[in-house]
């Protein structure tokens, strides 16, 4: 496991505290996937009800807070494909 998804894994678990009640997927462009859960977060690639795909700086910028995920989706820099609903919750918990 790279050390950003390392990172990323961490930084997902202290901010959703098994708050989500789907399944998510982040793939991070050149590094690997991250899966989301109502028990948290993982390295993985499984199926889940949204794929949200962005490249490290972006994805680094939403964890950090400098980046809200809608911004990012509306500006093209995060991209999402499968329950849009489902991505508004997750984007919820992360801003």
């Known amino acids: 496991m790279s050390d950003v998804i390392s990172a990323a894994v961490d930084t997902l678990n202290a901010k959703i ?8 997927k982040f793939i991070i462009n050149g590094e690997g996937a991250i899966m989301v859960d109502g ?18 700086d972006t994805f680094q910028s939403m964890m950090s807070g400098d ?8 500006s ?8 849009m609903g489902m991505a508004m919750k997750l984007g919820a918990i992360l801003a």
């Open 67 to 74: 980046l809200n995920p809608t911004a990012a989706f509306m």
């Open 17 to 24: 505290d098994g708050g989500f009640d789907g399944t998510a």
């Open 39 to 56: 028990s948290g977060a993982h390295s993985g690639d499984e199926d889940a009800d949204v794929t949200l795909t962005a490249d490290a």
């Open 76 to 83: 093209g820099k995060l991209a999402v494909d499968g329950d």
